[in-house]
Every structure is written in C-alpha cells, then in structure tokens.
C-alpha cells in the first residue's frame, strides 16, 4: 500500500491505496465521487474525463498514485450550489446550464466527461467554431446525441462565460435563462416516463 493525498472538489483526502488502484476507482469508491463514471476502462470513451492539476484527464488512464499531490476536479466540483438555493440549477455551472437548456444529453452517461472537456476547451478557446468544439470533444463518445446538441451546449456556455446574454431563438430551439428556472422542475418529471414497447 502507498500513502497519497489529494485534493478533490477542494476537499483533501489521505489514504493507503493498492499502486495498482485506477483513479477513476479511487475517486468513486474511496473518495465518493461517484459522478466521475467508468465507460470503458479503455481511455476510449472519456465518461470518466476529471481536471488534474487544471488539466483535462481520462482518470481510468492515471494511477491514483499518480495523482498524489495534486488538485483534482470532478464533474461534483463544478457546481457552487449554495445551501438554501430556491432551484436545483442555482449555482449550476455554464456548462452544465447550457447542457440541460440545449438537451445536449439524452441517457447522460457521457455527461459528466464531456462537461469536464468541455471546461478545459473553454478554458483555451472562449469563443470555440463547431469545428472547434468538435475537435476539442473527440476523445470523448457520446452513443445517443449525435453531438449537435452537445456541440450547440459548449457554444451556448462560452457565450454566456464571456458575458453574452441568453437568448431566446424559437427558429434553433434554444431557450433563455427564465427557461432554465421553469425547466428545472421538469427534471423530476423525467424519471415517470415509461418508454413504450
């Protein structure tokens, strides 16, 4: 076993760990970071993306030993949700607000990877094209959108992140930020859906 401490979503954990541990499997089973989800184990799908020491990672390709030392932020660490907030999207981050507005997912598997690459692509390219977003996205796989909504997500979040205002644009289907506040309760509706044969 081998000692590490590290530092997730601003909490410090220390812990003995197999060196043989992934961190993928360390920030969900020690740490309980269980957004941070594994896809793979392959590197191939990024659903398991996270920032370690600000950079954008597949945590299923990094020993947690690795890690020791460092800042890790996982998908739980984007939200600044304050207690006493009147929504469940108070506090959300861009990207994630931009997500649900756009329905840039759909099972919500691939979520969580493609917020935290997107975060680290924004954080390079403000104002990123398609092809950009694209480009930037490619390591990670989503099996139901097809991208467009993603993609139209992470353009809606770095216009916002530059202080541009959301816009209503019935002709694209985009909504504005009274929008999110209305759809937000809708969320809880979703999981009474039964899907017919």
Not at 2 to 7: A, G, K, L, W
Request: hydrophobic share 30%.
């Amino acid at each position: 076993m081998t000692r590490i401490s590290i530092t997730v979503d601003g909490e410090t954990y220390e812990h003995d760990v197999e060196p043989r541990t992934l961190l993928v499997h360390h920030l969900r089973e020690t740490c309980g970071r269980t957004g941070t989800n594994v896809g793979c184990d392959t590197s191939n799908c990024g659903a398991c993306t996270v920032h370690v020491g600000g950079t954008s990672v597949k945590s299923c390709t990094i020993l947690a030993v690795q890690a020791d030392g460092e800042q890790i932020t996982t998908i739980q660490g984007m939200a600044t949700r304050a207690p006493g907030a009147r929504d469940e999207t108070e506090g959300w981050h861009p990207l994630q607000k931009a997500f649900h507005v756009e329905h840039g997912l759909q099972c919500g598997f691939c979520t969580p990877g493609m917020i935290m690459a997107s975060a680290a692509l924004l954080a390079e390219n403000d104002d990123p094209s398609e092809t950009d977003v694209r480009q930037g996205l490619e390591g990670n796989l989503c099996r139901c959108t097809g991208y467009v909504n993603i993609v139209k997500a992470v353009q809606r979040a770095a216009a916002e992140m530059r202080g541009e205002p959301m816009t209503t644009n019935p002709e694209e289907g985009t909504m504005g930020e009274a929008d999110v506040t209305e759809r937000a309760g809708d969320a809880d509706k979703l999981q009474d859906l039964e899907v017919a044969p």
